[in-house]
């Protein structure tokens, strides 16, 4: 009798394991996140002194701009992260046709800067209008977001500058690798 | 009870294969992957997907008692890049609606929210007394962009699961 209970309980048992079959499908479709390398700077409060004492002529013409910055620099990047000056032209242009105007060697620049893996040229450079001179270089994996660098610019007056204001175009350019 | 033995049997025989040739049988498939392309964190935040994921389901032998589900989960918990940190799965967060492309079953769709290692049902229904039952899932995904991501190329799978009871 018993025995007859159970088989009876197993054949309604398996019945209704046999209703509960499930079908199943999967598919497992690829996701891809590219994070791609930031660089950008834009430049602000860019000034640049006047010679107030003509008769100093060992007086320095100083200046400061202020570089407005991003970078995310590859953590297997190269050591070209960087941020770079450049005279845009090969001599400045005065505001005088016959003025003679200083060499672009004659202006000087430096920067400071600060953050993890952030390292500015803090010693005075000489400008080039053919070569560019690194500001502020990146360590690979260095990750700046909205952050501000300071240039410094300055010339050595001389007695051979015709009084006149002097233009001189600048490149800055950064670089995330 | 021999009698009853003898019944019980031919239920086994007889009724078991017909419980086994009315289940349904459910295929599943999708329009491709998923691409994010990211930005500057400071001017996009969320990150869209370029594309949406279209997950279509077609169930045969449908049943109109029956139930049908979609479920998604991440394969695993991070995406993973060749130099940059992994970066949590659970940044991404998708949202789906549904459509029912033919068949006369239903379907209702879950609120989006962040993708995780464990199943999440997305989609599910009655699969309707017409056969085949094919219904549409579109996924949208973002990802919550950050300056903490290394610039890098990372991979990570979905992983959707359909089933049909």
């Known amino acids: 009798m018993n025995k007859n209970l159970i088989f009876i309980l197993f054949v309604l048992i398996f019945g209704c394991a046999a209703l509960q079959a499930q079908s199943t499908a999967a598919a497992t479709p690829t996701m891809t996140l590219t994070i791609p390398q930031v660089a950008s700077v834009s430049i602000s409060n860019f000034t640049m002194g006047t010679s107030t004492n003509p008769g100093n002529f060992s007086a320095s013409l100083q200046g400061t701009a202020t570089l407005n910055y991003s970078v995310r620099v590859p953590k297997n990047g190269s050591p070209n992260a960087k941020i770079t000056v450049q005279a845009a032209s090969t001599s400045a242009t005065p505001g005088g046709s016959s003025s003679t105007a200083p060499a672009v060697s004659a202006f000087e620049y430096s920067a400071t800067a600060s953050g993890s893996g952030v390292t500015p040229s803090s010693s005075w450079q000489s400008l080039s209008g053919s070569t560019a001179g690194t500001l502020v270089t990146f360590a690979s994996g260095t990750k700046v977001d909205a952050s501000t660098a300071t240039v410094n610019f300055r010339v050595a007056d001389s007695p051979t500058f015709d009084a006149d204001t002097f233009t001189l175009p600048l490149t800055f350019t950064i670089s995330s690798q | ?165």
């Open chain 2, 1 to 165: 009870m021999k009698l009853c033995r003898l019944i019980a049997t031919a239920i086994l025989i007889v009724g078991a294969p017909l419980a086994v040739k009315a289940a349904a049988t459910v295929s599943l498939s999708t329009s491709g992957g998923v691409t994010f392309s990211a930005g500057n964190p400071s001017l996009q935040p969320v990150t869209p997907a370029s594309t949406s994921l279209v997950a279509t389901i077609t169930i045969n032998g449908a049943k109109s008692t029956d139930t049908w589900g979609l479920k998604i989960r991440g394969l695993n918990s991070n995406f993973t890049g060749s130099s940059g940190l992994p970066i949590p799965s659970s940044n991404v967060h998708w949202s789906a609606s549904a459509s029912v492309i033919d068949g006369k079953g239903t379907v209702t769709v879950a609120s989006g929210q962040n993708l995780s290692t464990t199943d999440i049902t997305v989609a599910s229904g009655l699969e309707g007394n017409k056969s085949p039952f094919t219904v549409q899932v579109i996924f949208t995904f973002t990802i919550t962009n950050s300056w903490t991501y290394d610039a890098d190329t990372y991979l990570q799978n979905l992983v959707l699961t359909a089933t049909a009871n």
